[in-house]
């Protein structure tokens, strides 16, 4: 992912919809993907995560999509509750033994 | 199961002081690191280690110092403190490098 500076992209959503969260990785050799959710003041938090060697995994209430042919990672929140309001990023393995390489985030509202 | 355990969670320091942020991790991992995340950014990589006595930079290592003399601990160290060292600070661990980790709860430094 890219710095964008002191602004987050955000994402407003209302309480019960289902929300989409994207991620553009940068290296076609990536072969790890994870989604991390951060609430304010609290460290970052495993959400779920997914192989090159599959296109969708689901977890409780969350599923993520991967597209290596556009190299786009996505996460999809069912029944958005205000508790999942918070700053969700995703993060990439280079291949093997490589440190992970994290993305800026995207900012997700939930209102009641 | 305590997973990455933070110390301190907040502190303020006077520039030109130096301290050590702790951290400890009980899962038997090899790989821990350190990161800083400032306002709107991503997390940026300070050091890591891949397993006792081995350490090596981050992107962003200058005027921090770290050591791994047992598996389970990782301290940072501010040799003197700057204020462009203001920032929350994440201790992370995982089995393996490029493995999911798993994230301390963070310090949060003021440098005056």
């Known amino acids: 992912g890219e710095s964008v500076g002191l602004h987050l992209p955000t994402l407003s959503v209302q309480e019960g919809d289902n929300s989409i969260i994207n991620c553009a990785y940068s290296n076609s050799a990536s072969d790890y993907f994870i989604w991390y959710k951060q609430e304010s003041g609290k460290g970052p938090q495993f959400i779920i995560d997914i192989r090159s060697n599959m296109d969708k995994r689901q977890g409780q209430r969350v599923t993520v999509l991967l597209n290596k042919t556009v190299k786009h990672l996505s996460l999809q929140i069912a029944a958005t509750q205000p508790g999942d309001s918070a700053v969700y990023f995703c993060a990439e393995n280079m291949g093997g033994f490589q440190k992970l390489v994290f993305g800026t985030g995207t900012r997700l509202l939930v209102s009641p | 199961n305590a997973g990455v355990t933070q110390t301190p969670k907040f502190q303020v320091l006077k520039t030109g002081q130096s301290m050590t942020l702790q951290c400890a991790q009980d899962?038997?991992?090899?790989?821990m690191s350190w990161y800083r995340q400032d306002p709107g950014m991503g997390l940026r990589l300070i050091h890591y280690?891949?397993?006792?006595?081995?350490?090596d930079q981050g992107e962003v290592p200058n005027g921090y110092n770290v050591s791994r003399s047992t598996t389970e601990d990782f301290p940072l160290r501010l040799l003197s403190a700057a204020p462009s060292q203001t920032s929350v600070y994440f201790c992370?661990?995982?089995?393996?490098?490029?493995?999911?980790?798993?994230f301390g709860s963070g310090t949060q430094l003021s440098v005056l």
């Open positions: 992370a661990s995982s089995y393996l490098t490029g493995e999911k980790l798993f």
């Open positions: 280690s891949v397993g006792a006595g081995i350490t």
């Open positions: 899962m038997n991992h090899e790989y």
